[in-house]
């Protein structure tokens, strides 16, 4: 399968994971676009979260994997064109696709087991956004909101 470039990006905590991800990618034959890190050696999350914003900002890549040890995207949702959804199991990333054209599948190392985290990952890619009443809903995201 030939598609978006996926961007993956990891913290220490997720290096591994990410690194099994990117064979699965490889097997289906998504490209992809790898930002590291190359080492388990300890890594800042919000840099590799900044790292994978601004490839999805400039093009570089049009979806991304981001994974932790918690899976909790909290520093790469403050972007505003960012919406990642930490996912546990194949149908809360099937949801983050079609009801919130979530960008950004992020998982949690110590959270979540090979198998079920390459289910994630393959739904998440293969869903499409559903668009109609969720598209006004995903705009009022993509939006600053008044207070």
């Known amino acids: 399968m030939i598609g ?31 930002l590291g890190p190359e080492t388990a050696d300890p890594v800042d999350y919000p840099d590799m979260a900044g ?20 899976g909790i995207a909290i520093a790469a949702n403050r972007y505003p064109w960012i919406r990642a959804a930490v996912c546990h199991d194949a149908t809360a990333a099937r949801l983050a696709r079609e009801h919130n054209d979530a960008n950004v599948l992020a998982l949690g190392a110590r959270l979540i087991g090979l198998e079920v985290a390459r289910d994630c990952l393959l739904t ?11 598209a006004r809903r995903v705009a009022k995201m993509s939006s600053v909101p008044a207070l």
């Open 124 to 134: 998440f890619l293969k869903t499409p956004f559903s668009e109609g009443r969720h």
């Open 51 to 70: 790292k994978l914003a601004a490839a999805l900002k400039d093009g570089r890549a049009q979806q991304a994997l981001l994974v932790c040890g918690s």
């Open 4 to 34: 978006p470039i996926i961007a993956l990006a990891a913290d220490h905590a997720g290096f591994e994971l990410k690194n099994s991800m990117k064979v699965v990618l490889d097997e289906h034959s998504f490209p992809l676009l790898d």
